[in-house]
């Protein structure tokens, strides 16, 4: 049983181009989150959502945008995809409950590549 | 803001030398959490050790053993006797519960690499 899954595991594209991952969880947790791997290997978060509302929004170009149709998914949808777009990104998610914060989980990342 | 610093960026030993990870952390939670996790090769992030800001007590699990100290705000990482399987980006992360719920801040990583 896979906990966090993401879709597809690899991405490869045109520069211009709009594509989404798509992210689902089994654990029940609350709050699901996406972050971004560079080349270095920075993890820098990009959006949280907890209970399908948005509660963390770095930094992002507005081409990014997520959406949670539910507390079990979160999607990442990129628009004009550039180059430096390329990088890893992964999907996590945790339960945060009252008076405590739990250790996210991580879905097994998405490889993309922008030509 | 919160913030996460692993001054060390690489660290290279030989097999079953001991190597302590260092954490820094800030923040202006008074309820936090801190975490590492490990990045093998192959890519996965796999979590290993959480620690709240009202629990100071050292934990060991097998050879990794964790030092958590709120008066330098450091949350160290030692691998006792290491072996080349430990070789892998390790990262440790922050999540406040006040002003910050929600928002998990990582360090940059440090990459051990052990040597047979």
């Known amino acids: 049983d896979t906990a966090v899954s993401q879709t597809p595991k690899y991405l490869v594209t045109q520069m211009g181009n709009d594509k989404s991952i798509k992210c689902e969880q089994n654990l029940g947790h609350d709050t699901m989150y996406w972050y971004k791997q560079d080349s270095k290997k920075f993890l820098k978060i990009m959006f949280s959502y907890n209970n399908k509302e948005l509660i963390i929004n770095e930094t992002v170009p507005n081409r990014f945008s997520p959406k949670s149709p539910d507390k079990a998914h979160l999607n990442l949808h990129i628009n004009s995809l550039e180059l430096g777009d390329s990088a890893v990104y992964f999907c996590?998610?945790?339960?945060?409950?009252?008076?405590?914060?739990?250790?996210?989980?991580f879905g097994p990342g998405t490889r993309l590549t922008v030509l | 803001a919160q913030k996460v610093t692993q001054a060390q960026t690489e660290i290279s030993v030989v097999e079953k030398e001991d190597v302590t990870l260092d954490c820094v952390y800030e923040?202006?939670?008074?309820?936090?959490?801190l975490f590492w996790y490990k990045q093998p090769p192959s890519g996965e992030l796999v979590f290993l050790i959480r620690?709240?800001?009202?629990?100071?007590q050292n934990e060991i699990s097998g050879r990794y053993s964790w030092n958590f100290q709120k008066s330098t705000s450091s949350f160290n990482f030692t691998i006792t006797a290491s072996q080349v399987v430990d070789s892998a980006v390790y990262f440790c992360a922050l999540s406040g519960l006040n002003t910050n719920a929600g928002k998990s801040t990582f360090g940059d990583g440090t990459t051990l690499t052990v040597k047979p």
């Open positions: 996590a998610s945790s339960l945060i409950a009252s008076g405590t914060y739990n250790e996210q989980f």
């Open positions: 620690r709240n800001s009202f629990d100071e």
């Open positions: 923040t202006r939670d008074t309820t936090y959490y």
